[in-house]
Each structure stands twice: as C-alpha cells, then as structure tokens.
C-alpha cells in the first residue's frame, strides 16, 4: 500500500463517519428508537467525535448545531485526503 493509498483510506473512514453523524442527527428525532442495538451502535461510533464538540459549540435555542460543524469538518477532511466519493 502506497501512502496515498492509506490517505484515501483514512478520508474514506471520515467520509462514511460523515454519514454516520447524519444517521445520528435524524434518530435523534426518534427518542423511542433509542433501545435499539444499530442506534446504540451509531451513538457509540459518533461520541468519542461529537460530546467534545458539543462542550465547545453553544446551543442555539434548542438547536444542537455541533452535528452539523462535525460533518462540515468529517468532508472537508476527507476530500482533502481524496476519498472517494469527491
């Protein structure tokens, strides 16, 4: 494996982590879907990356903005490490 193979590696990662947040995001609007085994396993992929951010990223009203910084961040990282996908 070259090195930028590795790199698009590592942006695709953050490319389908991206997605992930955005899977998060809206079962959030789903406060039952909460006990299921797939939805714990998303919050457990998505908080090592979003409860830090969400301490630095004020509310807006009742508004979480901080998914949305997560995943402007996730892209941008990877379309500069060339994932596919971009």
């Not at 009203?61 to 949305?68: E, K, V």
């Amino acid at each position: 494996m070259t090195s930028a193979t590795v790199l698009q590696l590592i942006g695709l990662v953050l490319y389908i982590l991206g997605w992930v947040v955005i899977a998060r995001s809206l079962l959030s609007w789903f406060p039952n879907a909460r006990g299921n085994a797939l939805v714990d396993i998303v919050y457990q992929v998505t908080d090592p990356f979003l409860l830090p951010l969400q301490r630095i990223v004020p509310r807006i009203g009742m508004l979480d903005i901080s998914p949305m910084i997560a995943v402007i961040i996730l892209f941008v990282i990877a379309a500069a490490l060339g994932a596919p996908g971009f």
